[in-house]
């Protein structure tokens, strides 16, 4: 049995603004769920009313297969991290992490264990001491995820936590959380905009957009096999190319070159005779020059990226715009033609209506 369901779970704020629709999930104990979209999509809304600090309009919430709509924040054993982190300013970093069993009147002797346990799990042992301003950004976040951890709760929500750390505190808070939720085994909710972190924390990725579920998978589903044209374009860095083009005799013409579509869907490109379609590809997923079993074409390079372990290279292609991926070997001349294959595997076809995939 999953341990937590959302089950058509809808918030209609009072104001009338329908934030979240229908949102269906089943968590098992001890996954790490990472719900990613764009601002305002409704990912907080949604961990709010798991948390209780947000009624659920419409819908049933269970934990471990009980109803717990109407339960209370503290009733449903979680333990939120939020974006800010919340610390007390006149507490040290001992008594913040101290504070929630303390008022739970918890034994001082099982206190002073949890501290320090929690405290060496975190790397803070040597700041128990030390006011909340004393600490750099990354470990006040350390504090508020101890925070959270030292309650040895069901279930951990995260909104947003490293969003206040510098691009390197996060990427070794991303690994640090990762470890804590190894070692913990509880059930986590975190939400982030940022699908990098969606990426490489995630044991299963929500991707949200205007307060609907788009997809839910593991990492290499939502980056593999999106749904929709909204998935391939959030998850993947640089974004995946997309170009419009109609289907004339199976065919769509890219850059001069014509492209036989049948070779990626089979015939039901037939389908799609006379009208447009979307063909995707990533950056990444291209091969310089003429290769079998793949679409060659050309476009002229605009700029150029050098980031070190590779490069992006922005092209035109009749006025349409893509990013290819190389290695810092590969990086052509500005102002010259580059030539590329896609292989067809990796071509995603989109119906440029529904822009749903075409499988
Ligand atoms: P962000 O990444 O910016 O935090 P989010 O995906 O977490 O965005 P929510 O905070 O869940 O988005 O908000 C979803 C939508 O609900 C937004 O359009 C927001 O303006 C709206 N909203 C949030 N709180 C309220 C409220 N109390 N009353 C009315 N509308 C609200």
Redesign the pocket.
Known sequence: MAYLTLRNINKI???G?H??HDFNLEAERGEFIVFV??????????L?MIAGLEDISKGEFLINGQLANNLGPREREVAMVFQSYALYPNMTVYDNLAFGLNLQGVDEDVIEERVQKTAKILGLTDYLDRMPRECSGGQRQRVAVGRSIIRKVGVFLM??PLSNLDAKQRVTMRSEITQIHRETGATTIY?T?DQTEAMTMADRIVV?KN?YVQQVGTPKEVYFNPVNMFVAGFIGEPPMNFIRRKVKDGCIVIGGASFDLSKCIGEKIAGYEGQEIVFGFRPEAIALGAQENAFTTAGMVELTEMLGDNANVYIDIDDDKSILKVTPHEIPEMDTEVTFSIPYESVYLFDAKTEMVIK
Not at 37 to 46: D, V, Y
Request: with cysteine.
């Open positions: 704020y009072p104001n603004f934030a979240v979209g764009p601002s305002g999509c409704g990912k907080s809304t949604t709010r909104d947003e939400v905009h949200m307060g």
